[in-house]
């Protein structure tokens, strides 16, 4: 099949017209092979269902390498030590409140296991597709799936990249309902994502003035979904989008990105690159905190744009609240001259409105004011 034949990237009168866009998905769905796959094959164009209106693509005058802005980050060492505690504690707090995003070092989980997880990723979307196409899969219940793009039969411009997702919504997964190709690294690196987790939530805790268990009380912090994204090689980057704008709906994302870098944030108006730091681990605010906190803590804008150079790696690890908790503005921080600026809801509630918001920040939906 050629994804190119029909594609061309101008629009000529009646082009609109002709063009069936729901058959070229079903095309590519049908392959199983992924965005990988497509560069696999050749393609020297990016293929039209993949084309983004150039108002959401990155403005080529305004290089994030440019800006003044560096994205803070935070050594952890000696977190347990209480006046280090203090210092750290700080950081956190004025990062959350100033940039929703901060990097992380000395956090405890071992780079050994971050290196091994990356490889595994690559290994996974590299290996025979008859292998990978097993996992092929957008079915929600499914706990492991490998697809391009969730949204991919809705969209209106589909992402480049192919992703892996491990659903922990239900408890533990079971070494073999894993492939084979990433189940150590994925068991090994979701250990460490629950214990960074814990003191992730007792300092974030801390930096809201709370006691420190408050976070973990409320059970507003768990690790439940890891996405792990393969972003192939682009042949015309300035087209399409690795990941589009958004903020994430989770309550808190740690993420973890290879060399590569990509990762921009949005700040005060300017996009930011987040440089990749060999060893740290990208955490940021999602929706969610920021709706518990009353707007102390902000979620945050990131995108990813395409890129010449590939594959680029990254794992995403969202901490979720537990879907029997309703969720509401945290009581502490609330008098009469701070009123609820949100209505409660669930995470269910929450996140369909993400959806049917195409990514973007469903905030303004729950206000009260
Ligand atoms: O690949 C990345 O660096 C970011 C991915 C991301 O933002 C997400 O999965 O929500
Ligand atoms: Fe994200």
Request: hydrophobic share 35%; with cysteine.
């Amino acid at each position: 099949m050629d994804f190119t034949s029909s594609v061309g990237n101008k629009l000529v009168p009646g082009d609109e017209l002709g063009y069936d866009r729901a058959k070229e998905v079903k095309e590519f769905d049908e392959t199983k092979a992924g965005v990988k796959g497509l560069v696999d094959s050749g393609v020297t164009k990016v293929p039209r269902f993949l084309i983004h209106p150039p108002e959401s693509l990155p403005n080529p005058m305004l290089s994030p390498a440019t800006t003044h802005f560096q994205v803070p980050v935070i050594d952890l060492q000696g977190f347990e030590q209480s006046c280090r505690r203090m210092e750290i504690v700080d950081q956190i707090r004025k990062a959350s409140e100033t940039w929703g995003i901060f990097q992380m070092i000395n956090h405890g989980v071992p780079v050994s296991a971050m290196d091994k997880m990356l490889e595994a990723v690559q290994q996974f979307h590299e290996q025979p597709k008859e292998e990978k196409i097993k996992w092929y899969s957008r079915d929600l219940k499914q706990p492991v799936k490998y697809y391009t793009n969730m949204n991919l039969l809705v969209s209106k411009a589909a992402s480049w990249r192919d992703s892996i997702s491990f659903d922990f919504k239900y408890g533990p997964l079971n070494l073999a309902a894993l492939p084979l190709a990433c189940r150590e690294s994925v068991s090994e690196y979701w250990k460490h994502m629950i214990e960074l987790s814990k003191t992730l939530k007792e300092l974030l805790s801390e930096a809201l003035g709370l006691s420190t268990d408050y976070l973990a009380n409320i059970e507003c912090m768990k690790p439940e979904l890891f996405l792990c994204h393969y972003y192939p090689a682009c042949p015309e980057p300035y087209l399409t989008l690795g990941t589009k704008k958004h903020s994430d709906p989770s309550s808190l994302t740690i993420l973890l990105q290879d060399n590569i870098g990509g990762l921009q944030v949005l700040h005060q108006d300017n996009w930011v690159n987040v440089p990749p730091v060999h060893g740290a681990l990208v955490v940021n605010i999602g929706d969610l905190l920021q709706l518990i906190t009353n707007d102390k803590f902000r979620s945050v804008e990131h995108r990813v744009p395409a890129g010449r150079i590939g594959p680029r790696i990254s794992a995403a690890c969202f901490l979720n609240p537990s879907p029997a908790r309703k969720l509401g503005p945290i009581k502490e921080f609330l008098s009469d001259s701070n009123p609820p600026i949100y209505r409660e809801t669930h995470i269910s509630e929450y996140a369909a409105h993400h959806t049917s918001k195409a990514g973007n920040s469903a905030l303004s939906h729950f206000k009260l004011l």
